[in-house]
């Protein structure tokens, strides 16, 4: 049974969750985030509760969204040089979570390194609460650049997220199924220890999306909108039956944005090909149905264990 058949769908259903992340990360991204909520051209979002620009994003959603799915993007990392952020946690010590100049780490690798359970453990409630307290109706959590599953040195922290998660009653991205990309091998211990980790989320009531997909972060040199555009439709014709989440990093491309990130044209990108009529079609062609990360949550809440 997979997670679409658990929400009363059949089990032939191709389901998408279009998501949002970094909601919160400057105002060109929270204001092209806005447009495609309100075009019902994504499902959801997630808010970055450590950059300075989430209380405008909170604002903003309250004031244009105020029915769209919104997550925490529980962000532990502060990768940009020039627009660094840190811990929320004021309850007790951060010194694992951040250098001596405050921010957060620049890499996964070094967070991974030196991050202290507890520690990490207490900033996602902090985030959770914040977002809380802007009175925002959180439907789901997830995780900036991956920080929680251990990619780099395999000590993860998802059983920590897992009571975080299962503490709030929030769903949870991690897939219930990996999915090979780019022609790329997926070495047999990863696969191991996911299937150990999805085992424990449902053990804990936490529900999980069956796939994960979404277009390369980066940019390749000779990568147009046209190129990117017919490789996003091919990923979209051959989604497979179940809950899929597309990770998306859609933004307005200003100079505010270029003053800091690295990748700014294809997150540009990005907000084009989901407002892209073609794109649009492409769904409706193939029968893929929108939904959001409420769904989810309503479904978890229903579990009894």
Partial sequence: MNTATQLGYGSGDRLLIVNADDFGLCKSTNDGILLLLEENAISSTTIMMTCPWSEDAAASYALRTPSGDIGVHWTLTSEWNGYRWGPLCRTQPANTLSGRNGWFPATVGEFEKAAAPEQVRAELIAQTEAALAMGLPITHADNHMGSLYGIHTGQDLLPVVFDVCAMYGLPFRLPRQLQPALGRKIPKELERRARQRVRQAEDNGIVLPDYLTGLE?????????????????????????????????????????????????????????????????????????????????????????
Avoid: C
């Fill in 217 to 305: 972060f980066h940019r390749n040199s000779d990568e147009t909108y046209d190129t990117m555009k017919a490789a996003g439709i091919e990923m979209l014709r051959g989604l497979l039956p179940g809950v899929t989440e597309w990770i998306s990093h859609p933004s307005h491309v200003t100079e505010e944005l270029r003053s800091f990130h690295g990748e700014p044209d294809k997150r540009g990108m990005e907000l084009a090909f989901w407002r892209d009529p073609d794109v649009r079609a492409v769904l409706d062609e193939e029968k893929i149905l929108l939904i959001g990360w409420n769904e989810l949550k309503r479904l978890q809440s229903s579990l009894s264990f």
